[in-house]
Nanobody, 126 residues
Framework: QVQLVESGGGSVQAGGSLTLSCVNSKSLYGGYCMGWFRHPPGKEREGVAAIQTRSSQTSYADSTKGQFTISVDLDKNTVYLRIISLKPEDTAMYYC???????????????????WGQGTQVTVSS
């Protein structure tokens, strides 16, 4: 099984920024879809961003576009999620996920991703 390890979460005040990292044990040079999801307390896990690792084509949830930026470093086998202007509503466990079929779907849906990390907690205080 592919191993995904997230890091970069933490506790920040509203208005702050964080960069989350996801290290993939598998090389990303082949071209895959990597996604970021978040799971707020009491709510469903939702996709926030995805990137095709070779073309760098990106997709964002409507609620996060402009606030979230996804990127990939192929040499480091790492996908990043930059979050700016953090709000208390952004508090959630953030998960990295991989779809190794070679492309991303139009919508970021959890059913399309076969591999998941253990998550990194982001907590935003007022």
């Amino acid at each position: 099984q592919v191993q995904l390890v997230e890091s970069g979460g933490g506790s920040v005040q509203a208005g702050g920024s964080l960069t989350l990292s996801c290290v993939n044990s598998k090389s990303l040079y082949g071209g895959y879809c990597m996604g970021w999801f978040r799971h707020p307390p009491g709510k469903e896990r939702e996709g926030v961003a995805a990137i095709q690792t070779r073309s760098s084509q990106t997709s964002y949830a409507d609620s996060t576009k402009g606030q979230f930026t996804i990127s990939v470093d192929l040499d480091k086998n790492t996908v990043y999620l930059r979050i700016i202007s953090l709000k208390p509503e952004d508090t959630a466990m953030y998960y990295c996920a991989a779809d190794l079929r070679g492309k991303c779907a139009t919508k970021i849906e959890k059913a399309d991703f076969s591999y998941w990390g253990q998550g990194t907690q982001v907590t935003v205080s007022s």
